[in-house]
């Protein structure tokens, strides 16, 4: 099985916000529903972007800035809590495209694990001349 | 650690109570007050409830983590990946949580 990496799913991640915007828009041909996953799954997108470089840059440098980390994780969650309660408080949108919009991540880590698991044959299947 | 986890969980408790008990002092638009008083607990209630698992499961998987690259630091790529997906998949689950509270208080 091919070795899942953080920037495969941050790949996949994008691909559905692109493509979940442009099925929201032509499926329900209201700007309502597309602002609502638009902005969810960006939000998520951008959340696991920043996990992992503020995870990375804490954790696995040589140098390790533990005040940077301190500070940046927290304030990272502060940032994410706080776009969340505004949109959901002041926008205008639909509950449940919102809540797939945030389930970006959950769809990519799924859609990774499914390329994961046949690529790997098929190339496996095109070396032996199969 | 028990008593952490006690202390958190009866802040918990408090803070959905002063929750209810604050939205129970305000003006009922429509809802009948009893209605908006158990819709109030059930917010704070579903919050706290998903913050105190969420934090638990954070700490859970990074401690575990760190431990093993602590052991084999030459895991380290391996170890990382998974951990990322988990704590991105548990901040999510209490994102969700918190949309549902904030529908709650706010829109209903």
Known sequence: ?130 | MKKILTVMVLLGVFVSLSFSVAMAAEEAKGLDPAVKQMVALAAGFGIAIAAFGGALGQGKGLAAALEGIARNPGAQGKIMTPMIIGMALIESLVIYSLVVSLLLFFKL
């Open chain 1, 1 to 130: 099985m091919k070795e899942t990496t953080v920037s495969d799913i941050e790949h996949i991640n994008i691909a559905i916000l692109i493509i979940g915007s442009i099925v929201s828009i032509l499926i329900m041909r209201e700007f309502k529903y597309l602002f609502s996953f638009a902005v969810a799954s960006a939000i998520m997108t951008l959340n696991f972007r920043y996990l992992k470089k503020i995870i990375e840059s804490g954790f696995f440098s040589s140098k390790v800035n533990k005040k940077e980390l301190l500070i940046k994780l927290p304030l990272k969650f502060l940032m994410l809590i706080g776009l969340v309660a505004i949109v959901v408080i002041y926008g205008d949108i639909d509950i449940v495209f919102f809540m797939i919009g945030l389930s970006t991540v959950f769809m990519s880590v799924i859609i990774n694990q499914i390329i994961s698991v046949f690529i790997p044959a098929a190339k496996r299947r095109q070396k032996d001349g199969a």
